[in-house]
């Protein structure tokens, strides 16, 4: 999967360059992906079926951090996934290339049609797949219907996904992000890899201490003050949750360096 980010389309723009990367054109959606759960993965299987009919690249643009952690991180408890782990989530569903977004107000600032716009222009973009609430531009202004007209007007061919629900044995929740991460920290792992369709896991870049690591250093939820059995790369260990640090016991430390991302499974 190729990746590219939001500053090389916006250069290839300003200076009239057309990558021929996207000779063939593309199909595009764009979100958080926080996650990966099942409603995104209904969303795109759709884009990738729709791409391999029509010979066209799949792709996504999200963000660098989701979109809730910059605009409300008063009361944001933390991703459900690392931009690493959303990477290889997308190559393993058959995307072709992710474009990443570091969200600053200069984008924030641009109107919802001069975005897709930019995505016809920089990557020849033929087709969009959306949820059906999905919104985009400033403000949120371009909801689905401006984005249908626009698809019309230029065209660009379209689905429109509805929402994914899980029944939690009294009534039906819409599958959400924000819903996993409750989950996550209440403890119900069973829960949240039912709908993640994985274990929820903590990514951890491994440092000098050893088996120590600070919370600080992770963006993730991370599960209340507890002790906990877990996996890595399939071998169960168990993991210490602390105000201030996560520690992993390890029977065979020596295979880690320093630098290297582990993936703590939460079953």
């Known amino acids: 999967m190729k990746v590219f980010s939001w500053n090389e389309i916006k250069e290839d723009l300003e200076r009239d360059y057309s990558q021929s990367y996207f000779k063939s054109g593309s199909g595009i959606s764009i979100g958080s992906f926080d996650g990966l759960h099942k409603g995104h993965r209904v969303l795109l299987n759709?884009?990738?079926?729709?791409?391999?009919?029509?010979?066209l690249l799949s792709g996504v643009v999200s963000f660098s951090r989701p979109l809730p952690s910059v605009k409300h991180k008063e009361d944001y408890q933390g991703d459900i996934s690392t931009l690493d782990q959303r990477l290889k989530?997308?190559?393993?569903?058959?995307?072709?290339?992710?474009?990443?977004?570091?969200?600053d107000d200069e984008f924030a600032s641009i109107k919802g049609i001069e975005f897709l716009q930019m995505l016809v222009n920089a990557c020849n973009m033929t087709y969009i797949a959306e949820g059906i609430d999905f919104r985009c531009g400033y403000m949120g202004s371009t909801d689905a219907s401006s984005i249908k007209l626009f698809?019309?007007?230029?065209?660009?061919?379209?689905?429109?996904?509805?929402?994914?629900?899980?029944?939690?044995?009294?009534?039906?929740?819409?599958?959400?992000?924000?819903?996993?991460?409750?989950?996550?920290?209440?403890?119900?792992?069973?829960?949240?890899?039912?709908?993640?369709?994985?274990p929820y896991s903590i990514q951890i870049a491994v440092n000098s201490e050893g088996q120590v690591f600070s919370r600080e250093l992770t963006s993730q939820a991370v599960p209340p003050v507890g002790a906990y059995h877990c996996k890595l790369d399939g071998e169960e260990i168990r993991v210490e949750i602390t105000e201030n640090d996560i520690i992993c016991h390890f029977t065979d430390s020596q295979r880690y360096k320093p630098g290297d991302l582990i993936n703590i499974d939460f079953e």
């Open 89 to 103: 989530l997308f190559e393993s569903l058959g995307i072709d290339f992710a474009i990443i977004v570091d969200f």
């Open 46 to 55: 759709t884009l990738v079926d729709y791409c391999r009919k029509n010979k």
């Open 151 to 198: 698809a019309e007007n230029n065209n660009v061919k379209y689905d429109f996904v509805d929402p994914v629900f899980y029944n939690n044995g009294t009534e039906e929740d819409r599958i959400s992000s924000s819903y996993i991460r409750s989950m996550v920290l209440k403890r119900f792992f069973t829960t949240a890899t039912e709908l993640l369709e994985r």
